[in-house]
């Protein structure tokens, strides 16, 4: 980090920025938990005129199939950090994009929709950045039910941990999701110097 301390939101976008993998747990618990990889990478300045990443969660057998794909933008809100997220149009056509940089040149802002009612909120706490899903409106079908997403996350310089959740609407009870715990992942490697350098721009 420079002399000029860096604002949280660009911390976290940069905390962020990485190649994380649950290997370790996967290996420890191959019953429990898949190995799964997860990449988010920025975005350039100019695509949201901001702070924007690309992710793309894959297995590790397939890493050219993601199971989820997303683009992310960041919004400072003082006490919180505020990442809005997005689905890609024809997402397979982007597959790769967390690993390979020219893939992630195509990517451009019409190629996106606003998943409404799905950001997420994160707070600093030390050494600690935790978010959650914004609210219960965040609906998702699977196995021919509406559920709700209920998802928490902690993120660290080099660590990623997650846990999402399906929740039935109407009874709130669990339909989808880990019922082991949570996904703890290692960054393996860094893209944080990816990251446009506009902390001074940032209040």
Same mark, same amino acid.
């Given at each position: 980090m420079d002399n000029t301390e860096a604002s949280d939101l660009i911390t976290l976008a940069k905390w962020m920025s990485g190649d994380f993998s649950n290997y370790k747990q996967a290996?420890?618990?191959?019953?429990d938990y898949a190995h799964i990889h997860v990449f988010f990478r920025p975005l350039p300045f100019d695509f949201f005129s901001g702070i924007g990443l690309y992710s793309e969660q894959v297995y590790d057998y397939d890493l050219w199939t993601p199971y989820r794909q997303g683009v992310h933008r960041l919004v400072d809100e003082g006490d919180r950090i505020y990442i809005e997220n997005f689905s890609l149009k024809n997402a397979m056509f982007f597959a790769g994009a967390g690993r390979d940089l020219s893939i992630l040149r195509t990517i451009t802002p019409d190629v996106i929709e606003r998943r409404y009612n799905c950001s997420m909120v =994160?707070?600093?706490?030390?050494?600690? =950045?935790?978010?959650?899903v914004e609210g219960t409106k965040c609906l998702i079908e699977k196995h021919g039910c509406q559920t709700y997403l209920d998802s928490y996350v902690e993120v660290t310089e080099t660590?990623?941990?997650s846990l999402d959740k399906g929740i039935d609407i109407n009874t709130h009870q669990q339909v989808w999701g880990s019922t082991t715990g949570p996904l703890k992942f290692e960054k393996r490697e860094s893209f944080a110097h990816?990251?446009?350098n506009i902390s001074?721009?940032?209040s």
């Open positions: 290996s420890e618990n191959p019953k =994160f707070r600093r706490n030390g050494s600690l =950045f935790t978010g959650c660590t990623w941990m990816e990251v446009p001074n721009d940032i």
